[in-house]
């Protein structure tokens, strides 16, 4: 399995940017995906998820109405459009799969993730 996030930069407070990941190796209409973010020295937080169909989305408190998680299963690609970006969203952005179809299942492949970085 192999999850890899692309789309990351150096971007300007108030800039949007938008992430992919693309997925293989797995039946990826069946998962589901999240995004996740890793400052420095700061523990790894969620950001987003969305369902194996794309129509249950949920949001980090911080991210909502400014972040958006999109897929595409014919295309094994997961997105994070990124508005109104602030100088505290910057960090490491990964996304994660887990078994939609498995009741409570945990996040078990997780990609290498994408730099953003917010200047003020």
């Known amino acids: 399995v192999q999850l890899q996030a692309s789309g990351g930069g150096l971007v300007q407070a108030g800039d949007s940017l938008r992430l992919s990941c693309a997925a293989s190796?797995?039946?990826?209409?069946?998962?589901?995906m999240g995004w996740f973010r890793q400052a420095p020295g700061k523990e790894r937080e969620f950001v987003a998820a969305i369902d194996w169909i794309g129509g249950s989305t949920s949001y980090a408190d911080s991210v909502k109405s400014r972040f958006t998680i999109s897929r595409d299963n014919a295309k094994n690609t997961v997105y994070l459009q990124l508005n109104n970006l602030k100088p505290e969203d910057t960090a490491v952005y990964c996304c994660a799969a887990r078994p939609g179809l498995v009741p409570r299942s945990s996040y078990n492949y997780w990609g290498q993730g994408t730099q953003v970085t917010v200047s003020s």
């Open positions: 190796g797995l039946p990826f209409s069946t998962y589901v």
